[in-house]
């Protein structure tokens, strides 16, 4: 047997056992997954709650939500069909651990209306609770080791852009953050990756390419004329922080009165 057709099998045993692994991982859609009450409330109450029954990982549609604690933030696709009714995998701290959804569709409606799902993880003897939360918007994650303070330190972001005609969702840069004074804004610094990093022009958000973009809450006004901004759910550190506009570090900005 030539080496090449050696190579040739191994990719194609290789491959054949990735796709096996990914056939036999849970993965369903959200409404065959969806429990009537009567069976939510039997489940609770035939077993007992753990919190050290968790979810490590769960997709929907492909993409990870985020987590934070017992709360899950799910970004819906724009104009996307499966938005409504996402394909969902999982990976749990167990095995043989079952996921399901307490009834209750997804609407635009209630994701305007920031309204809470329920998603409960059990086995024959434990379960778990998680809330479920829908937004329009973004998702950016910011992971650092440093405390945050005028002196720039190393960084790395995680952005979900879910608007329908973006091909690339996610973005995955290196760069380093510092803050403002009052501890409000913070500016994001994109390198290059590589040997020879340095500060390069990065375009996230089909915004225009920029070194810098800085995060302001949204309760802050920024000029007119800076007006290219977006909005996004801001993480640090996989923890929650609210809304944020995301723009050039130019923009100047006033505290709301």
């Given at each position: 047997m030539s080496k090449m057709k050696l190579i040739i099998i191994v990719i194609s045993i290789t491959c054949a056992i990735?796709?096996?692994?990914?056939?036999?991982?849970?993965?369903?859609?959200?409404?065959?997954?969806?429990?009537?009450?009567?069976?939510?409330?039997?489940?609770?109450?035939?077993?007992?709650?753990?919190?050290?029954?968790v979810l490590e990982e769960i997709n929907f549609n492909d993409y990870k939500l985020m987590i934070d604690g017992n709360t899950l933030y799910y970004s819906l696709i724009k104009d996307s069909k499966?938005?409504?009714?996402?394909?969902?995998?999982?990976?749990t701290s167990k095995e043989n651990v079952k996921l399901a959804i307490l009834k209750d569709e997804i609407t635009i409606e209630k994701v305007n209306?920031?309204?809470?799902?329920?998603?409960?993880?059990?086995?024959?003897?434990?379960?778990?609770?998680?809330?479920?939360?829908?937004?329009?918007?973004?998702?950016?994650?910011v992971n650092y080791s440093?405390?945050?303070?005028?002196?720039?330190?190393?960084?790395?972001?995680?952005?979900?852009?879910?608007m329908a005609y973006i091909p690339n969702k996610i973005t995955i840069s290196e760069g380093r953050i510092k803050s403002s004074d009052n501890k409000i804004i913070f500016s994001l610094h994109i390198l290059t990756p590589g040997k020879n990093r340095r500060e390069s022009p990065k375009s996230i958000l089909n915004m225009k390419p920029s070194k810098e973009y800085v995060l302001t809450p949204i309760n802050v006004e920024v000029?007119?004329?800076?007006r290219m901004a977006r909005q996004?759910?801001?993480?640090?550190?996989?923890?929650?922080?609210?809304r944020y506009e995301i723009g050039y570090s130019e923009i100047n900005i006033q505290e709301t009165e």
């Open positions: 990735i796709a096996l692994i990914y056939l036999l991982s849970p993965r369903s859609s959200y409404n065959t997954i969806s429990l009537t009450e009567s069976k939510w409330n039997s489940i609770m109450e035939t077993r007992t709650l753990n919190t050290n029954l499966y938005s409504f009714n996402p394909k969902v995998s999982y990976v209306n920031d309204h809470q799902f329920k998603i409960i993880i059990y086995d024959e003897n434990e379960y778990n609770v998680y809330t479920l939360k829908c937004t329009n918007l973004p998702i950016l994650n440093e405390e945050i303070g005028q002196k720039s330190i190393p960084m790395e972001i995680y952005l979900f852009d879910n000029e007119e004329e800076a996004v759910e801001l993480f640090l550190n996989n923890e929650y922080k609210g």
